[in-house]
């Protein structure tokens, strides 16, 4: 067996890649149509990607989303990061994802 036969998909993968992520063309939080990025958020079902315009990503203003539609983002984001949902679990452990600012959907005021 050789050495990359051992690694599996949550050794290497970077959770905040977005480079195969679609960018709306819309604000998913406000009706804004200029200056839009994607950009990972970390909720408790796991990290997804969001589009969002520079005053909202920047006043932490996210769409509020219920926790079954952010839990379809994060599926859907893993699909664009070619790994499973069981990977991306693996991965949020290893690389102490647990530490980083959480999104709550739902929640006033988007992050906390």
Same mark, same amino acid.
């Given at each position: 067996m050789t050495d990359t036969a051992?690694?599996?998909? =949550?050794?290497?993968?970077?959770? $905040?890649?977005?480079?195969?992520?679609?960018? /709306?063309e819309t604000c998913?939080?406000?009706?804004?149509?200029?200056d839009l990025t994607v950009e990972t958020v970390e909720t408790l079902g796991g990290v997804l990607c969001v589009t969002l315009c520079r005053p909202c990503w920047q006043g932490r203003s996210l769409p509020d =989303?219920?926790?079954p539609a952010a839990a379809q983002?994060?599926?859907?984001? /893993?699909?664009?990061?070619?790994?499973?949902?069981? $990977?991306?679990?693996?991965?949020?452990?290893?690389k102490g994802f647990d530490q980083r600012e959480l999104w709550l959907p739902g929640a006033v005021g988007g992050l906390n």
């Open positions: 051992l690694h599996t998909p =949550w050794e290497t993968v970077d959770l $905040d890649d977005m480079s195969r992520c679609p960018v /709306c998913e939080s406000c009706p804004d149509h200029h =989303w219920s926790a983002r994060v599926c859907q984001h /893993c699909q664009h990061l070619g790994i499973s949902r069981d $990977d991306m679990t693996v991965a949020r452990a290893r």
